[in-house]
C-alpha cells in the first residue's frame, strides 16, 4: 500500500512521524512524505530530540532511533510537494501532529485542506493524531458546508494535556506548547454536530505511554475507515491499528 504522509518544514512531532513511518515500513507498505514545496527535506521539533525542558518531556529513545532511520532514508529528501501530489494515487492518508510555532504552517494550509477532502472523499483509510486532527476539523466537506469530522466520532489532544504542559514550560518556554489561542480540543468538538456523544478524551494520562509491546496506556477511536489518537504516548498503538485498516479487505 501506498500511505501519504504530510509534513510541515519543521516542527512535527518526532514520534507521531517516526514510528508509524517504521511500523508501516516494515509491514512491507510504502510511506510517501509531502511538503508545501517539492523537495524539501523536513525537519522534526528539535527540542523533542533533545528534551524540551532540562532533558524531559521530549521523545523516548527508541521513537528517536526511528526518526534517524527516517532521516536517512531516500524518500525524506524526495518529498512531494502537496498541490502537486494525485491523492487517488495513495491507499492511506496520515496526519501527524506537533505543537511548535512551525507546525501553523501544515494545520493552516487552506491547500492542503483541499487535497484532505478530496482524499477523504474516497472512502480509503485516514489517521490523524494529536494536532493532526485539527486539519480535518478544518477540512471543509464541500456537500454539507460542514467539516469532513461533523458526523464521526474522534479523539485529539485533551485540554487537560495541553493546558497542563502550557502551565509547566510557560515560565521558561512561553507559549511553546500553544500552537493557537483556541485549545485543539475546543476547536474539534466545534467542528462536531454533537460533541457530547463524538468526542472522547479517553482515560487520564500525562506521563504513561503506550510502548511497541504494552498498550495499557495507549488510546485511539476508530470510526470506520477514519483513527485517531491523543498524543505521542498512543503513537504505537495508532500506528498497529491504522496499519490493520490499510490491510482489512475491501468493505470489511
Request: hydrophobic residues 40%.
Amino acid at each position: 500500500m501506498r500511505v501519504l504522509m504530510p509534513l510541515p518544514d519543521h516542527d512535527f512531532d518526532v514520534t507521531e512521524v517516526a514510528v508509524p513511518w517504521r511500523l508501516l515500513t516494515d509491514a512491507g507498505h510504502e510511506v510517501v512524505i509531502a511538503t508545501e514545496r517539492a523537495g524539501t527535506r523536513p525537519a522534526a521539533d528539535p527540542r523533542l530530540l533533545t528534551g524540551v525542558l532540562f532533558g524531559q518531556l521530549g521523545a523516548e529513545d527508541e521513537p528517536k532511533r526511528f526518526y534517524e532511520q527516517l532521516t536517512a532514508a531516500p524518500e525524506f529528501g524526495a518529498t512531494a510537494a502537496w498541490a502537486d501530489v494525485d491523492v487517488t494515487a495513495y491507499d492511506g492518508l496520515l496526519l501527524p501532529g506537533g505543537h511548535a510555532p512551525g507546525m501553523r504552517q501544515y494545520l493552516g494550509s487552506a491547500e492542503l485542506r483541499e487535497q484532505v477532502a478530496r482524499f477523504w472523499a474516497l472512502g480509503r483509510p485516514v489517521g490523524a493524531i494529536c494536532h493532526g486532527v485539527l486539519v480535518l476539523a478544518r477540512t471543509q466537506d464541500p456537500g454539507t458546508g460542514g467539516s469532513v469530522l461533523a458526523g464521526r466520532r474522534t479523539t485529539c489532544l485533551p485540554k487537560y494535556m495541553e493546558r497542563t504542559a502550557y502551565l509547566t514550560t510557560a515560565w521558561r518556554l512561553g507559549r511553546y506548547y500553544r500552537t493557537y489561542p483556541a485549545y485543539v480540543e475546543d476547536e474539534v468538538r466545534s467542528a462536531l454536530a454533537d460533541p457530547a456523544a463524538q468526542f472522547e478524551r479517553g482515560p487520564r494520562e500525562l506521563t504513561r505511554r503506550g510502548t511497541a509491546g504494552d498498550d495499557t496506556h495507549a488510546f485511539v477511536v476508530q470510526d470506520g475507515t477514519y483513527l485517531s489518537a491523543r498524543w505521542p504516548g498512543d503513537a504505537y498503538l495508532f500506528a498497529r491499528r491504522y496499519r490493520d485498516l490499510l490491510e482489512a479487505p475491501a468493505g470489511a
